[in-house]
């Protein structure tokens, strides 16, 4: 499962991008992402999403927490993200990468903010 529009820079319709971060552990996927350096192994994402969630730090988030989230993401949430361009989950190294259109949207954002 690799996402084929990495290097799309166009925009996401905005009713599918309402859709696909309606959901809160995405939107964590998505923010995490963002601010870990990519390309970020899956593991450590799960642990950054799962610290999220509980509003731990990453060393702090029990086993049970992290195989939740982990399960979660493999199972349903990187798909989706992957198949709607949002990023590149790179299955045999196990990692994944924010496709461009939402780095650079990121970037125009932070730089709008400053």
Known sequence: MT???????TDLDP????SLLSNER???VVDACLELETPVELS??????AARETDKAPSAVSEREYRRVYVAL???????????DVI??????Q?????????????CE?????
């Open 15 to 18: 009713g599918k991008a309402f």
């Open 44 to 49: 450590r994402l799960a642990r950054a999403v």
């Open 95 to 107: 990692v994944i990468t924010v496709a461009f259109r939402v780095y650079k949207s990121w970037c």
């Open 3 to 9: 996402g084929g529009g990495g290097e799309d820079d």
């Open 88 to 93: 590149d989950f790179h299955e045999q190294e």
């Open 110 to 114: 932070r730089i709008a903010a400053s």
């Open 74 to 84: 493999t199972q349903r949430h990187v798909a989706i993200l992957t198949d709607a």
């Open 26 to 28: 995405r939107r964590h």
